[in-house]
Every structure is written in C-alpha cells, then in structure tokens.
C-alpha cells in the first residue's frame, strides 16, 4: 500500500523543484532516513533460534 502511496506521490515530489532546486532530493533523503529510524523499532532476534532449513521453518507455523 506504501509502494502505491509512493509512485502517486513522487510525481508531486518532482514538481517541487520549481520552487526550490534541491528540493525533491531534500524530500527523498528525509524519507529514506525516516525509514532507517523506523527500522529500529523492529524486534531484536539476537539470542533466538532461527529455522535454518525448511522443515525448520514449517514447524513455526
């Protein structure tokens, strides 16, 4: 849903340069770093056991 709101946006996102040159570059970079913060917030897997094969991954489910 991301992807769609993403490719209907970045056609405006272009269109920002008219009034400021870098500002679609700004507005990408700002993302992609809000991106990363984000990805901190997912849960930590250090000390868990990870399926390694198939049937590993089959018995979690």
Not at 24 to 45: D, H, K
Not at 46 to 61: A, F, I, S, W, Y
């Amino acid at each position: 849903m991301f992807g769609r709101l993403g490719v209907i946006a970045c056609q405006w996102v272009i269109l920002l340069a008219d009034f400021w040159r870098p500002s679609p570059f700004v507005t990408f970079g700002i993302m992609s770093f809000a991106a990363g913060v984000m990805s901190l917030f997912l849960p930590e897997t250090l000390g868990r056991t990870l399926p390694e094969t198939l049937e590993d991954g089959e018995k979690m489910v």
